[in-house]
């Protein structure tokens, strides 16, 4: 079975500082996704990342996948109330064509 | 275009009664998840297709779930004899090349 897992579980930050949560697996991933989820609706995708070693920028945040890909950050620069929401990993397999999700990182920007 | 939709929103059922949730994935998309999440925690893999198969049902956690997808596109998953604990939030993905998946809102399963 293939884990991962999410860190912080929870954390709670100024509007304006700077973050980074952690997804670390044992497993090595074809690909891994990033997802934010807010209460009562379904995950949505911010980015994949493939290559070991990859970095994407989306505005304010940066993903970074690890060269062995197994494990991989997400760093928000300069946060906002609009960031607050459930942060999740997810590491998906082309072999099993299948997903395993984190639990996520609970976080909370207060203005 | 319209983005993966679950209905109902919500289910309120009592104990033992049995209950289908429905998803309509988008449009073209070959592949389709089915995921459980609980409060505090992330989605827990179920059931996945491809087209109108399951090609992994390793995720059921028993006998009373069953889910199908019989023209490849809306799928229905079943629970029979409902439990306590099958509350939680049913979620629905689709996709078109694996990695990539789009979800609904979820269905909000609870069960007295």
């Known amino acids: 079975t293939q884990l991962l897992e999410q860190s912080p579980q929870f954390l709670s930050i100024q509007e304006g500082e700077n973050l980074t949560v952690y997804c670390n697996s044992s497993?090595?991933?074809?690909?891994l996704q990033w997802y934010r989820q807010e209460p009562g609706e379904g995950p949505v995708l911010l980015v994949t990342?493939?290559?070991?070693?990859e970095v994407k920028k989306l505005k304010r945040l940066t993903f970074q996948f690890g060269d062995a890909r197994k494990d991989s950050s997400l760093h928000i620069t300069a946060a906002q109330p609009g960031d607050t929401g459930l942060y999740l990993c997810a590491g998906y397999n082309t072999n099993a064509g299948k997903s395993t999700f984190g639990d996520g990182t609970t976080l909370t920007v207060k203005p | 275009g319209a983005g993966v939709s679950q209905t109902p929103s919500n289910k309120v059922t009592e104990k033992g009664k049995y209950v289908e949730l429905r998803c309509d994935p988008i449009?073209?998309?070959?592949?389709l998840y089915w995921y459980r999440q609980s409060l505090g925690q992330g989605p827990e893999f179920l059931i996945y297709?491809?087209?109108?198969?399951?090609?992994?049902d390793s995720g059921l956690p028993n006998d009373r779930f069953f889910a199908v997808r019989p023209e490849g596109s809306v799928s229905t998953l079943k629970i029979q004899r409902t439990e306590r604990g099958d509350s939680a939030v049913y979620l629905c993905a689709s996709s078109a090349s694996g990695n990539t998946q789009y979800f609904g809102p979820g269905t909000r399963l609870t069960v007295l």
């Open positions: 497993s090595v991933f074809s690909s």
């Open positions: 990342v493939v290559t070991g070693g």
């Open positions: 449009s073209g998309h070959t592949a």
């Open positions: 297709f491809q087209g109108t198969g399951a090609a992994d």
